[in-house]
């Protein structure tokens, strides 16, 4: 790895933490060479300290380390992205990151969509949302869609319409987010259990 340290003439290169699961940046650091080196020696993120002039291992004092996964380099060779597996928040506000960011696994817009469906539900506003109507007749009806939509996806999947297709796909999982929360789920709650069936896979 040909890390650029002397572009800025500091010796120094920001380096962007990353957790490795969520994916969310958790802080901005600065390493010099020697800082880069006791991180791979030790597995334990360490940056230089521009205000201590000096290497600062993150969580030396207290204890919320970040465990190192993976360093990678930036086209420009002078910006580090690192992931980690943080151990406690990050920020030392304590706060999951230095942006007052909670540091939960999202997925993007899918989780946008639960959010939606949940303040519909919750506005009860069951004449014009077809989301809060639907779960004002129960889960049963919530269930049946799903089943509904689920007979629509095959069939669509016989036939050579691929706007059809995809359209009954986008309807089926967006019944399938409701019966989750209908059933005081989220679309997390699948996920892992997926990631421990392909844990148990592995070994």
Known sequence: MNINFNKNNDGLVPAIIQDATTKNVLMLGY?????FKKTQDTNLVTFFSRTKNRLWTKGEESGNVLNLVDIKLD???????ISVNPKGPTCHTG????????????YGFLTQLENTIQSRVEAGNTEKSYVA????????KVAQKVGEEAVEVVIEA???????????????????????????FKLEDVINVLKQRDKQNAR
């Open 95 to 106: 706060s999951d990151t230095c942006w007052n960011e909670s540091n939960t696994e999202t």
């Open 133 to 140: 109507s639907l779960f004002a007749k129960g889960i049963n």
């Open 158 to 184: 016989k036939d050579n319409n691929d706007d059809l297709f995809l359209n009954e796909s986008a309807d089926l999982l967006f019944h399938y987010l409701m019966l989750l929360q209908a059933k005081g």
């Open 75 to 81: 086209c420009d060779n002078d910006t580090l992205l």
């Open 31 to 35: 390493m010099n060479e020697e800082a």
